[in-house]
T-cell receptor
């Protein structure tokens, strides 16, 4: 079966710009979670969407937002980019809980 | 209380050796403890997971040992191979939880 697809794989943006990342989950999975991975902070939970509703949110500023569409695809948006937002952004899909997460390969965002 | 502490930060073993990675947690509400393996350029992939009512679980060459009273769990890799060289993350979540709390990761190198 097809895995979790994240696009684009790489992005370079300038401080102050905004960016939108996309995640297509495994067919049938209704939950999509987003994580930020950095060398300093490791893997940190951003938010989780289930059936188009945000069910859980991590400790990130309001510049980080997301949404989920009726086909379970999800997008994540970061506005007013800062240098510290440079990271690998990972999405994971599942049937509904964190058990059995399948991660995508991530989007590598570099803010210059 | 939401943290999961992982050690060591890095580990080098000879082929055939048994690397051991340790994790500790504080939150007794955690009841699902997975281990993930991540190769460069890829997202984390689920290796093996355990619940606190079990003290040990084996899947192939990978074994989780769980000590509920000490709130610690560890990953053992039997007969390690150069292909096992990767970053390993422990994690934890609550029952029916929809987010994982990750350890900081251990970079494992298996020398041939």
């Amino acid at each position: 079966k097809a895995g979790v697809t994240q696009t684009p794989r790489y992005l370079i943006k300038t401080r102050g710009q905004q960016v939108t990342l996309s995640c297509s989950p495994i067919s049938g999975h209704r939950s999509v979670s987003w994580y930020q991975q950095t060398p300093g902070q490791g893997l940190q939970f951003l938010f989780e969407y289930f059936s188009e509703t945000q069910r859980n949110k991590g400790n990130f500023p309001g510049r980080f937002s997301g949404r989920q569409f009726s086909n379970s695809r999800s997008e994540m948006n970061v506005s007013t980019l800062e240098l510290g937002d440079s990271a690998l952004y990972l999405c994971a899909s599942s049937w509904g809980t964190s058990r059995g997460y399948t991660f995508g390969s991530g989007t590598r965002l570099t803010v210059v | 209380q939401q943290q999961v502490k992982q050690s060591p930060q890095s580990l080098i073993v000879q082929k055939g050796g048994i690397p051991i990675i340790n994790c500790a947690y504080e939150n007794t509400a955690f009841d699902y403890f997975p281990w993930y393996q991540q190769f460069p350029g890829k997202g984390p992939a689920l290796l093996i997971a355990i619940r606190p009512d079990v003290s040990e679980k084996k899947e192939g060459r990978f074994t989780i040992s769980f000590n509920k009273s000490a709130k610690q769990f560890s990953l053992h890799i039997m007969d390690s191979q150069p292909g096992d060289s990767a970053t390993y993350f422990c994690a934890a979540s609550m029952e029916y939880g929809n987010k994982l709390v990750f350890g900081a990761g251990t970079i494992l190198r298996v020398k041939s």
